[in-house]
């Protein structure tokens, strides 16, 4: 249930309203906009409770939500969700981009990917210290070293980070290290892992699970929001369909369908989307007009001899400058910011094939 309040009603008024809902034994959540302000209800409400309030100076209406999940839904937060990580805004009409390896896998390998991710204009660097693989004999991630590397890398190139956690006994290790924490399209529905995602305010990035809906999904975020933390954002990494040609089938459509459902930011992976590398590109730049707030890229200074073996749908540096130079023009046609700052052509030299 959501109470919806008169254009001119003041803050005083809406915290009496606020004191009346919550004596009534459920949860009230404000979410001012720049017209009226929405006044949502969390908890088994009487019948009468609806009633009462319609009644009460100062709103307009209340209206019954019949959707499972109510603090990700656009109803109860009409207006888009700005997450703001260090001065990097994530939603609305700001384009992010992340990039790095599937895995960290050296100091080495995490300093020179930062720099060129920097220098292609991205702002989060992005890698796996715990890697959750199909098999129990592949390459399963460095662990906390891992963390280490990427922070030392990230700070020292001025870039934010972003790491998958896998268990929530790892969330805040993981938490201290990264600005991001991402939760893989196999543990969407770790309901302990995504409780445990609710107690802190680390960002969120929830990957959707290869066989769920939009509601499942949606749910899933609801989870996060409820333990507490309201910095969410939701990737659409691709599905699994009939189709073997590509690894998964991205759908481009979940971005506008989530972002109308929605007031979270809503991100596309078009490397595991897609799991080749020469569809990366193309469904970055679909994805981009189809209203993405941001992108997560795969790129490797040395694609073909991946620890994880996914360099296949790795971009090359070069391929990954010149796609956010791409977005960089592309991005105002359709009502995005993004500038990659400065060129550095010197940066990329070496990786011209």
């Not at 088994?44 to 309030?53: D, F, K, R, S, V």
């Not at 590509?246 to 972002?259: C, E, G, K, Y």
Request: aromatic share 6%; with cysteine; glycine share 10%.
């Amino acid at each position: 249930m959501i109470v919806i309040t008169q254009p001119s009603i003041s803050d005083a008024r809406i915290a009496e309203i606020v004191a009346q809902i919550e004596q009534a034994g459920v949860t009230a959540h404000v979410s001012k906009g720049t017209d009226r302000t929405v006044i949502g209800i969390i908890g088994q409400a009487a019948p009468t409770l609806a009633e009462h309030l319609r009644q009460l100076k100062g709103v307009e209406n209340v209206i019954k939500i019949s959707k499972s999940y109510k603090l990700a839904s656009r109803d109860f937060h009409p207006a888009d969700t700005i997450i703001d990580i260090k001065g990097v805004r994530i939603g609305g009409d700001n384009l992010v981009i992340m990039g790095g390896p599937c895995a960290v896998e050296s100091p080495a390998q995490s300093d020179e990917i930062a720099r060129l991710v920097k220098a292609a204009g991205g702002q989060v660097l992005r890698g796996g210290a715990f890697k959750p693989r199909t098999g129990p004999y592949s390459f399963q991630g460095v662990g906390v070293e891992g963390l280490q590397m990427m922070r030392e890398a990230g700070e020292k190139h001025g870039l934010l980070t972003i790491t998958e956690v896998m268990t929530p006994e790892y969330v805040d290790i993981c938490a201290e290290h990264a600005d991001i924490l991402q939760v893989g399209t196999r543990n969407m529905q770790n309901f302990d892992l995504l409780r445990k995602l609710g107690t802190i305010q680390t960002p969120v990035l929830l990957k959707r699970g290869f066989s769920s809906t939009y509601d499942e999904f949606l749910n899933a975020a609801e989870y996060i929001l409820a333990g507490g933390n309201p910095n969410v954002m939701l990737c659409e990494r691709g599905i699994r369909t009939f189709e073997t040609y590509t690894r998964n089938t991205l759908d481009l459509s979940a971005i506008p369908v989530l972002q109308g459902l929605s007031h979270l930011p809503v991100i596309s992976d078009p490397s595991h989307g897609t799991g080749r590398r020469e569809l990366v590109e193309p469904m970055a730049k679909a994805s981009v007009a189809a209203g993405a707030n941001g992108l997560i890229i795969e790129m490797h200074t040395d694609p073909d001899n991946s620890m994880t073996g996914d360099g296949v749908q790795s971009l090359f540096p070069d391929q990954f400058a010149g796609l956010l130079k791409d977005l960089e023009r592309l991005a105002p046609i359709v009502g995005k910011k993004f500038d990659t700052k400065k060129e550095q052509p010197e940066a990329f030299a070496v990786w011209q094939r």
